[in-house]
């Protein structure tokens, strides 16, 4: 399976976010993740459909959001309209998940479930046919800048036999504390997709984007 590269714009800089997302698109990233935080399901509140409306005018990279909020289900058609192609909601913040997972594909986009770090992957077992990519979140979210979770490897490991069973064509992708050091032991793991904030916009974000983009294509 491809391995993909999803910058984080939690990390960018506003001022110049168009030019910035058009740095990684030029290197080679092929998704934006868009973080979503409303302040009750994580303590942060980010941004919402406006400024996605506005970066998907921008650039033709998969805009993959990731919805950090409390019942998810009541803002898909407005995700939908605003621009996401990928939609990933969390277990732990649907009253209806199998419920909330349809309506994500009634509007045509992919369907994506997420789990904390406390939460144990068994949890997912009657989703994983029912989306196209699980979110291993490999620090708790809602803050950017945190350490790597040295047990999410073997979340990821086991979550990768089980869709090797029951949804092959299923991506992992895992978010949080990745960058050049430690991504390979992630993609090793089992990951497809890869999330990074601080690891491509802090500093050089065209090299940083060219030298995950190197070493994801050694896992292809």
């Given at each position: 399976m491809?391995?993909?590269?999803?910058?984080?714009?939690?990390?960018a800089?506003?001022?110049?976010?168009?030019?910035?997302?058009?740095?990684?698109?030029?290197?080679?990233?092929?998704?934006?993740?868009?973080?979503?935080?409303?302040?009750?399901?994580?303590?942060?509140?980010?941004?919402?459909?406006?400024?996605?409306?506005?970066?998907?005018?921008?650039?033709?990279?998969?805009?993959?959001?990731?919805l950090?909020?409390?019942?998810?289900?009541?803002?898909?058609?407005?995700?939908?309209?605003?621009?996401?192609?990928?939609?990933?909601v969390?277990?732990?913040?649907?009253?209806?998940?199998?419920?909330?997972?349809?309506?994500?594909?009634?509007?045509?986009?992919?369907?994506?479930?997420?789990?904390?770090?406390?939460?144990?992957?068994?949890?997912?077992?009657?989703?994983?046919?029912?989306?196209?990519?699980?979110?291993?979140?490999?620090?708790?979210?809602?803050?950017?800048?945190?350490?790597?979770?040295?047990?999410?490897?073997?979340?990821?490991?086991?979550?990768?036999?089980?869709?090797?069973?029951?949804?092959?064509?299923?991506?992992?992708?895992?978010?949080?504390?990745?960058?050049?050091?430690?991504?390979?032991?992630?993609?090793?793991?089992?990951?497809?997709?890869?999330?990074?904030?601080?690891?491509?916009?802090?500093?050089?974000?065209?090299?940083?984007?060219?030298?995950?983009?190197?070493?994801?294509?050694?896992?292809?």
């Amino acid at each position: 399976m491809q391995k993909i590269l999803a910058p984080s714009i939690l990390s960018a800089d506003f001022k110049i976010l168009g030019e910035q997302l058009r740095q990684t698109a030029e290197a080679g990233a092929q998704y934006i993740h868009f973080d979503v935080m409303d302040g009750d399901f994580v303590p942060s509140i980010s941004f919402g459909m406006p400024v996605l409306s506005s970066i998907r005018g921008v650039t033709e990279q998969v805009m993959d959001v990731h919805l950090m909020v409390t019942e998810p289900i009541r803002y898909v058609k407005a995700f939908k309209e605003a621009g996401a192609d990928f939609l990933t909601v969390h277990y732990e913040a649907c009253e209806d998940l199998h419920r909330t997972l349809e309506e994500i594909h009634k509007y045509g986009m992919k369907a994506g479930i997420s789990i904390k770090p406390n939460t144990p992957v068994y949890m997912l077992h009657p989703f994983l046919k029912e989306a196209e990519m699980f979110l291993i979140m490999s620090v708790e979210p809602g803050f950017g800048g945190q350490s790597f979770i040295p047990y999410s490897l073997n979340k990821i490991q086991e979550l990768r036999g089980l869709l090797e069973e029951k949804n092959p064509e299923a991506a992992i992708e895992v978010d949080g504390g990745i960058y050049h050091r430690n991504v390979g032991e992630v993609l090793q793991a089992g990951a497809d997709v890869i999330v990074s904030g601080s690891g491509v916009f802090k500093g050089d974000i065209r090299e940083n984007t060219a030298k995950f983009m190197e070493i994801l294509k050694q896992y292809e």
